[in-house]
């Protein structure tokens, strides 16, 4: 009796540990590691993975593992995953719902699981026979994604069986709970992000994409541009460009994020908007989220949009006189290759007087340049003249 006891209390201690490991994971989603850890050894098993059902972790989604060889993920990811028929089985029985915990044998006969191309070609080699999945979120409640925790057994343990069901549903509404956090608190931080460089009232057009080159939000003047269709227009969901090679270039810099200002020519004639791409990268403490902004994108109109108030930006950065004429240079060409291509200027004098406002201005590339310029734009009825006036000053103040 006393040996029960202690095997009791010391049951009764690892569980009180994991659900404090769970909510850990809440706070520090690299903590997931170490919950599902314990998960397998709690529920003598072989392997544990947490993932979404929207992406795969190569476009942002959520997938973390233990006991899973690194090879069997790429198998799964490049080929079994259409083929899984855990999956299939239950879609077809709607078992997708919160709360749900589900084993093989309660979505397909064991003969049945064992006569598919998913067990032999792949269960099989990687040592994986029995399932316990959990279902934490559905995906309907923005912003969670369908989120799953499966557990696995291999060939040499007992299948899963009603204790281990009862056993999971205890840890399920934790295990929910401390994912839904993950996603909320990312959510707050993406909001704080935008507030802090919301352009609502600004001119200048901006606009969030995902990681698969997707809108995901635009202000005003980003839709009113889009809606104007000179140049550029929504798609399906997605950004176009006019010209091919415009939009061969805007599709390339939507997937890679990457790249220095480029100018978008306007079948109307009025001067090419100026793209501004801004790669976002993600917070280490974020959980991997496909539907996450990828790239925010400043689209300059000269014809219509803001006036940079530059007289302001060369006081505060105390530019010279030739370093604020070229920053007006980046803005009315777009970038230091475009610049020498339009101008009589000197190749190294541009290089020179651009590294001088991006050390001056704490700025470390173009783009980052031409976003600070932006956010100093106001719009021109605010202004006291054209810009043409407004570079006179200038050349005056010299």
Same mark, same amino acid.
């Given at each position: 009796?006393?040996?029960?006891?202690?095997?009791?209390?010391?049951?009764r201690s690892r569980a009180k540990h994991l659900v404090a490991d769970i909510y850990e994971a809440a706070l520090r989603p690299t903590h997931w590691a170490v919950v599902l850890e314990s998960l397998v050894a709690?529920?003598?098993?072989?392997?544990?993975?947490?993932?979404?059902?929207?992406? %795969?972790?190569?476009?942002?989604?959520?997938?973390?593992? &233990?006991?899973?060889?690194?090879?069997?993920?790429?198998?799964?990811?490049?080929?079994?995953?259409?083929?899984?028929?855990?999956?299939?089985?239950?879609?077809?029985?709607?078992?997708?719902?919160?709360?749900?915990?589900?084993?093989?044998? %309660?979505?397909?006969?064991?003969?049945?699981?064992?006569?598919?191309?998913?067990?032999?070609?792949?269960?099989?080699? &990687?040592?994986?026979?029995?399932?316990?999945?959990?279902?934490? &979120?559905?995906?309907?409640?923005?912003?969670?994604?369908?989120?799953?925790?499966?557990?696995?057994?291999?060939?040499?343990?007992?299948?899963?069986?009603?204790?281990?069901?009862?056993?999971?549903?205890?840890?399920?509404?934790?295990?929910?709970?401390?994912?839904?956090?993950?996603?909320?608190?990312?959510?707050?931080?993406?909001?704080?992000?935008?507030?802090?460089?919301?352009?609502?009232?600004?001119?200048?057009?901006?606009?969030?994409?995902?990681?698969?080159?997707?809108?995901?939000?635009?202000?005003?003047?980003? #839709?009113?541009?889009?809606?104007?269709?000179?140049?550029?227009?929504? /798609?399906?969901?997605?950004?176009?460009?006019?010209?091919?090679?415009?939009?061969?270039?805007?599709?390339?810099?939507?997937?890679?994020?990457?790249?220095?200002?480029?100018?978008?020519?306007?079948?109307?004639?009025?001067?090419?908007?100026?793209? /501004?791409?801004?790669?976002?990268?993600?917070?280490?403490?974020?959980?991997?989220?496909?539907?996450?902004?990828?790239?925010?994108?400043?689209? &300059?109109?000269?014809?219509?949009?803001?006036?940079?108030?530059?007289?302001?930006?060369?006081?505060?950065?105390?530019?010279?006189?030739s370093e604020t004429r070229m920053v007006q240079a980046l803005v009315v060409y777009g970038s230091a290759k475009s610049i020498f291509r339009n101008t009589d200027l000197n190749r190294n004098t541009v290089r020179s007087q651009l590294n001088?406002?991006?050390?001056?201005?704490?700025?470390?590339?173009?783009?980052?340049?031409?976003?600070?310029?932006? %956010?100093?734009? /106001?719009?021109?009825?605010?202004?006291?003249?054209?810009?043409?006036?407004?570079? #006179?000053?200038?050349?005056?103040?010299?």
């Amino acid at each position: 009796m006393g040996e029960q006891q202690c095997v009791s209390s010391l049951a009764r201690s690892r569980a009180k540990h994991l659900v404090a490991d769970i909510y850990e994971a809440a706070l520090r989603p690299t903590h997931w590691a170490v919950v599902l850890e314990s998960l397998v050894a709690q529920f003598k098993a072989k392997a544990a993975a947490l993932r979404t059902f929207e992406a %795969m972790p190569e476009t942002g989604g959520l997938w973390m593992t &233990h006991g899973l060889e690194r090879r069997a993920l790429d198998e799964f990811r490049r080929y079994f995953q259409a083929r899984n028929v855990w999956e299939a089985c239950a879609t077809a029985r709607g078992a997708f719902k919160p709360g749900t915990v589900v084993t093989s044998d %309660m979505l397909l006969p064991c003969r049945e699981l064992q006569a598919s191309e998913f067990y032999r070609d792949f269960l099989r080699p &990687h040592d994986l026979n029995d399932l316990l999945g959990l279902v934490l &979120h559905d995906g309907l409640t923005p912003p969670m994604p369908r989120t799953v925790l499966s557990i696995f057994r291999g060939h040499r343990h007992a299948r899963f069986g009603e204790a281990d069901v009862n056993l999971a549903r205890e840890y399920l509404p934790h295990l929910a709970r401390s994912v839904e956090m993950n996603f909320r608190f990312a959510e707050l931080r993406r909001l704080e992000a935008i507030n802090r460089v919301s352009l609502t009232r600004f001119a200048p057009a901006f606009a969030y994409f995902r990681r698969d080159g997707a809108l995901l939000e635009a202000n005003p003047a980003a #839709e009113e541009l889009f809606a104007g269709r000179d140049g550029l227009a929504l /798609v399906g969901g997605r950004l176009k460009a006019h010209t091919a090679g415009d939009d061969e270039l805007l599709q390339r810099v939507l997937e890679n994020g990457d790249s220095p200002p480029f100018r978008i020519e306007r079948p109307s004639g009025k001067s090419p908007y100026i793209a /501004v791409p801004v790669s976002l990268r993600s917070d280490a403490l974020d959980p991997p989220d496909a539907r996450r902004p990828h790239l925010a994108l400043f689209l &300059h109109d000269p014809e219509v949009t803001a006036e940079p108030k530059l007289d302001v930006l060369a006081r505060i950065y105390r530019l010279t006189p030739s370093e604020t004429r070229m920053v007006q240079a980046l803005v009315v060409y777009g970038s230091a290759k475009s610049i020498f291509r339009n101008t009589d200027l000197n190749r190294n004098t541009v290089r020179s007087q651009l590294n001088s406002v991006l050390r001056k201005t704490g700025t470390n590339a173009q783009a980052e340049l031409m976003r600070l310029v932006l %956010m100093s734009a /106001v719009p021109k009825y605010e202004s006291l003249g054209s810009g043409a006036q407004l570079a #006179e000053q200038f050349a005056a103040s010299a």
